[in-house]
């Protein structure tokens, strides 16, 4: 569903020598990184620190323009300084690479030599490195080559059309790891939207979630991190409590203290409010769920039929303010 780029900094001062027509090349790019990527980032933030410092470098130009340039690359930079913020406020920037203090030279070597571990899809670079410098083949492109590579193509169509799987089409963990992986592996607020699977508990709902956790503690990045909240129909009877105990009991490992909270909706009653439509979001990005956490065959290990899309985290947010309301007070696991 998403992808882990590489940004190097120094494509910025590329564009920059292109003018309006370079930066609108590059704001472009972005906005393709806003719908389903995250960039990577050393752990001493390299990355960020750098994207600053060309920026900056940008407005101190800006003082050297005048005219129509001046106007459309004044444009520009304060719809770059806007797509960089929006990219920071949800998070996208994630911690996977390891700085020795490289200078920013040196830093795309050391995002090749690591780039299997972080498990990058591209490295989007200022200019392309000797054959002999990635061993690995690891894709990489450049501002003039981006928009016709295979990376680009895959990522917008994904994109727009999402995944659809027919039933029994992979294994369990195949199919957890082609469409959560890379969504959650970062990730430290997990909100799952469904109500039947509070109504209807057991069965493939019960089975999915707790193979979804047990799969979840084996790769997560920071466990200590991490939440679970599920907003879900209230189960009649006492089965709310069965349900409760149930999810104690899944956390495990370096999942062993996760909290989890249910927020419970009375809409059998119809008192509460949930939204027909099923959604996993995180403090990152958000996806609809087409038939819900039930998209495991407890029976076979496979895949139920399912679909999967993006959807856009702050429109999702306002959604659910409206489309979900409860009287029923959270309650932790």
């Known amino acids: 569903m998403v992808f882990y780029v590489y940004f190097d900094p120094a494509v910025i001062a590329v564009a920059a020598n292109g003018g309006p027509l370079g930066l609108a090349c590059l704001l472009g790019i972005i906005r393709g990184f806003e719908t389903n990527c995250f960039l990577a980032e050393f752990n001493d933030w390299h990355v960020q620190d750098e994207l600053k410092d060309h920026v900056k470098a940008l407005d101190d130009r800006l003082q050297t323009l005048s005219g129509q340039e001046g106007a459309e690359v004044a444009d520009g930079v304060k ?67 981006y928009s016709a590579s295979d990376f680009e193509a895959r990522r917008s169509r994904m994109a727009a059309n999402g995944m659809l799987f027919a039933p ?13 992986r890379k969504v959650l592996k970062h990730c430290s607020t997990i909100q799952v939207y469904d109500e039947v699977m509070g109504n209807r508990w057991g069965d493939n709902f019960e089975y999915t979630i707790k193979t979804f956790l047990f799969w979840l503690e084996g790769f997560v990045a920071e466990p200590g991190k991490i939440q679970l909240h599920l907003y879900c129909g209230k189960p009649p009877g006492f089965l709310d409590n069965h349900m409760k105990g149930q999810l104690k009991s899944f956390r495990r490992g370096r999942l062993s203290n996760l909290p989890i909270t249910i927020h419970f909706h009375d809409t059998l009653a119809g008192t509460d409010n949930l939204p027909h439509d099923r959604f ?51 309650i932790p696991c």
């Open 79 to 145: 719809r770059l300084k806007s797509l960089l913020y929006t990219l920071a406020k949800r998070n996208r920037f994630i911690c996977c690479l390891t700085s020795n203090g490289e200078p920013p030279s040196e830093r795309v070597a050391a995002v090749l030599a690591q780039g299997r571990n972080a498990e990058l899809d591209l490295v989007f670079v200022a200019n392309k490195p000797d054959d002999s410098a990635n061993p690995a083949r690891f894709p990489i492109a450049t501002l003039q080559d």
């Open 168 to 180: 029994e089409q992979m294994s369990e963990v195949d199919f957890l790891n082609k469409t959560l």
């Open 280 to 330: 996993l979001a995180t403090d990152q990005i958000a996806i609809e769920i087409g038939r819900g956490m039930d998209f495991l065959n407890r029976r076979t290990r496979k895949n139920r039929d399912s679909s999967f899309s993006l959807k856009d985290l702050t429109e999702l947010g306002g959604f659910l303010k409206s489309a979900a309301t409860s009287q029923i007070a959270p």
